[in-house]
């Protein structure tokens, strides 16, 4: 099993920036990509960012890029999302999620959840 912990969620003004951090345990090892996602209030679900296990690559939603950049240290078991330029279409309810690698249908699952970490942007 792995378990993923966000925090570093918090209220702040347009513009300003703050950096997100997903805490994995349990079994990582096997895991090929984590990513992150919100959800807005009666909103669906949307993918934010992504990086593989090695840190070798990184994916972006367009809403996002440029201005947000997901980064890990391995070290720690620690997925980063740096955010900047932060705008109040951004506050949502965002949520760390990991994947291991299907080698049967050459693809991945997002399996794993944490709990979510509150952004608000509001003036």
């Known amino acids: 099993q792995v378990q993923l912990v966000e925090s570093g969620g918090g209220l702040v003004h347009p513009g300003d920036s703050l950096k997100l951090s997903c805490a994995a345990s349990g079994r990582t090892s096997a895991l090929y990509v984590t990513g992150w996602f919100r959800q807005a209030p009666g909103k669906e679900r949307e993918f934010v960012a992504s990086?593989?296990?090695?840190?070798?690559?990184?994916f972006y939603s367009d809403s996002v890029k440029g201005r947000f950049t997901i980064s890990r240290d391995n070290t720690k078991n620690t997925v980063y999302l740096q955010m900047n330029s932060l705008k109040p279409e951004d506050t949502a309810v965002y949520y760390c999620?990991?994947?291991?690698?299907?080698?049967?249908?050459?693809?991945?699952?997002?399996?794993?959840w944490g709990q979510g970490t509150q952004l608000t942007v509001s003036s």
């Open positions: 990086i593989t296990s090695s840190g070798g690559s990184t």
């Open positions: 999620a990991a994947a291991p690698f299907d080698g049967a249908t050459r693809s991945y699952t997002y399996k794993y």
